[in-house]
């Protein structure tokens, strides 16, 4: 099935710009961000350092390979499998009873551990980026895509932020329950 080249190229620009954002504050903070690797206890200690390299480079070389259509695809794909590992790395921890461990999403800053919400949007990203992989008709694409492209990476951004926002806030709120 093909996928309309507006579809994809918006898709493929809002997990570019989260990609590379998230990238961004990975190396800003990256002690913190290690930290939180060595938390997940999924790998050696001695690897928390390495494996976030990668993490971060991974992040990076996925949001520059999103936006050209010739690897598009690839990457993309490889976004749904990164996605996809931080589900399952959730999930694990989930499963051994850890759900306070910082997320990794603000490394503390927003107070989110990990819970099934975390599971949900990463499989939501997911699709999004299966959807960016898949192959695009030849439309060719107009003025009007191209501002719609912009308002829907826009929208997107918006969503994720306020998704991260209700998060923080149900963590927060959960903490004041237990407090109580």
Do not use: W
């Amino acid at each position: 099935m093909l996928i309309d080249p507006a579809i994809s190229l918006a898709f493929a620009i809002s997990l570019a710009a989260l990609l590379g954002a998230s990238a961004a504050r990975k190396l800003g903070a990256f002690s913190e961000f290690a930290g939180v690797v060595r938390n997940y206890d999924i790998a050696q200690s001695q690897l928390a350092t390495p494996l976030a390299v990668l993490v971060v480079g991974a992040e990076a070389v996925l949001a520059v390979g999103l936006v050209p259509p010739e690897t598009r695809s690839a990457a993309a794909f490889g976004a749904a499998c990164l996605f996809a590992a931080y589900a399952a790395a959730i999930a694990l921890n989930l499963m051994r009873g850890r759900p306070s461990i910082d997320c990794g999403c603000s490394f503390g800053a927003s107070g989110v551990g990990i819970s099934p919400a975390l599971i949900y949007r990463n499989a939501v990203l997911v699709a999004v980026a299966l959807a960016a992989a898949s192959p695009i008709s030849s439309r060719q694409l107009g003025l009007f895509d191209y501002a719609t492209i912009g308002l829907v990476a826009a929208a997107a951004g918006a969503l994720y932020l306020a998704n991260e926002s209700l998060l923080a806030n149900a963590a927060r709120h959960h903490a004041m329950e237990r407090d109580r």
